[in-house]
């Protein structure tokens, strides 16, 4: 039972040009989203989230756009530079956990 | 401004031993989690601590997986007669519990091989 799913396992982005990645989530009860970025070798780091009760939320060259009606995220990320190249992934809190989707692995070209 | 360690970071382990990990959590955080991640997968919840008790345990968590947080500190995830399957990158993350915060923070994992 994959509440969030992340169905596009890797992205290729030229530097400068724009990365979207998606999440779906099937939880109606989610009313919060996290986006966790991953280096090999390292644990994953926050990077942005959102409550359902905005659409959008920025930071800097990051954004997260919320369709709630679609159960739908994505992270934009504008420029895209070569070190944002990482595994991303989109998460919920539940009863005190997060359940996490699957990653999508971006890599950035120069 | 010390982060969430882990030790050891490799562990490679023959079938049928023992393992024990150990999580150290920032400092000021009350809540204490772990999770396994697989290849091609996201982290997936094991259990978490607030202070020291434990307060949910995954179906994923088998019998011959234990946790504790003694003193509301450190915690360790012991796996007794490990089995191939349960090699994977073990992960914990702390956080402060209060209401309308939901970031944990992740130390760098612990991956384990069983041969």
């Known amino acids: 039972d994959q509440q969030v799913k992340q169905n596009s396992p890797s992205l290729s982005v030229q530097e400068g040009r724009i990365s979207i990645l998606n999440c779906d989530y099937t939880?109606?009860?989610?009313?919060?989203f996290l986006w966790y970025k991953k280096y090999p070798a390292e644990g994953p780091t926050f990077l942005i989230s959102?409550?359902?009760?905005?659409d959008k939320n920025e930071d800097g060259r990051f954004t997260v756009f919320l369709n709630k009606s679609a159960k739908h995220l994505s992270l934009h990320i504008v420029p895209s530079q070569p070190g944002d190249s990482a595994v991303y992934f989109c998460?919920?809190?539940?009863?005190?956990?997060?359940?996490f989707g699957q990653g999508t692995t971006l890599q950035v070209k120069p | 401004d010390t982060g969430v360690s882990q030790d050891p970071r490799h562990k490679i382990t023959k079938r049928g031993q023992n393992v024990t990990f150990r999580c150290d959590p920032i400092s000021e955080h009350n809540r204490l989690y772990w999770y396994r991640q697989t290849l091609g997968q996201g982290p997936e919840f094991l259990t978490y601590?607030?202070?020291?008790?434990?307060?949910?345990k995954s179906r994923l968590l088998s019998d011959r997986f234990s946790a504790e947080r003694p003193k509301g500190s450190f915690s360790t995830l012991e796996i007794q007669r490990t089995e191939q399957g349960d090699s994977a990158m073990y992960l914990c993350a702390s956080s402060l519990a209060k209401r309308g915060l939901y970031e944990q923070y992740f130390g760098p994992g612990t991956r384990l091989t069983v041969t």
């Open positions: 959102i409550s359902s009760i905005k």
């Open positions: 939880n109606s009860m989610f009313d919060y």
């Open positions: 998460a919920a809190p539940i009863a005190g956990k997060l359940i």
């Open positions: 601590f607030q202070n020291e008790a434990q307060l949910e």
